[in-house]
């Protein structure tokens, strides 16, 4: 069963914009990690926070995680066209990887 | 260097055939996993062996077998294709069993 929800589905903004994106979930989980996949590729793994951490960053990126309310978003700030592409939320529990449905971010030049 | 390769990269065939998926990583990982992708890009896992052992198994039709002669490959074979087996299939493998997940670049199937 489905375990992330991305929202929104879609996001398009202008390049130099941020763009946020959010991940709910149902149960409780190990940790939660953060994917873009470019069209016709394979998934990139970004950012991975675990369950006792509430924020990381790496680069341009910034992941929150709120385990009281079952919920992460992502964060870019200064887009590029190049970060268009869909991004992916996925929930590590009993060894397994849930991915959501995605974000699809187009950043327009 | 490619950290996780699958072959072939594109695979058509007709309704019926059996045929073959093979994934390698040259990462020193020890879990490796098969996902399905479908025409909406929901990404479904399949399967997952760790040290060569089967630790997940979704509900996946038995016409589908994964098998992996040690911790570098893991193969998935497809008996009697389908026309709802079309998908893209994504080979991924990490170190342990709650860290980053590396993947493959796929192999698009196309069942006529």
């Known amino acids: 069963s489905q375990q992330g929800e991305e929202d929104p589905q879609a996001l398009s903004i202008q390049e130099g914009e941020n763009a946020t994106m959010n991940c709910s979930y149902k149960t409780s989980i190990n940790n939660l990690q953060w994917y873009r996949q470019n069209s016709g590729r394979g998934l990139v793994h970004l950012i991975l926070i675990r369950s006792n951490e509430r924020e990381k960053h790496s680069g341009r990126l910034r992941v929150t995680l709120d385990t009281s309310k079952k919920s992460s978003s992502l964060l870019i700030t200064a887009s590029r066209a190049a970060d268009t592409a869909s991004y992916f939320c996925?929930?590590?529990?009993?060894?397994?990887?849930?991915f959501g449905k995605g974000t699809l971010l187009t950043v327009n030049p | 260097d490619t950290a996780v390769s699958q072959t072939p990269k594109y695979l058509v065939t007709q309704m019926g055939n059996d045929k073959s998926i093979k994934c390698e990583q040259n990462l020193g990982h020890d879990t490796m996993y098969w996902y399905k992708q479908d025409s909406k890009k929901f990404l479904k896992i399949m399967f997952s062996?760790?040290?060569?052992?089967?630790?997940i198994n979704e509900t996946v039709p038995n016409r589908f077998s994964p098998k992996s002669p040690d911790k570098a490959h893991l193969n998935l074979h497809i008996n009697s294709l389908e026309l709802g087996d079309s998908a893209v299939y994504f080979c991924?493998?990490?170190?342990?069993?709650?860290?980053?997940?590396?993947f493959g670049p796929g192999t698009r199937l196309t069942v006529l």
């Open positions: 996925a929930t590590d529990v009993n060894y397994k990887l849930t």
């Open positions: 991924a493998s990490r170190l342990g069993l709650y860290n980053e997940q590396f």
């Open positions: 062996y760790n040290n060569k052992e089967l630790i």
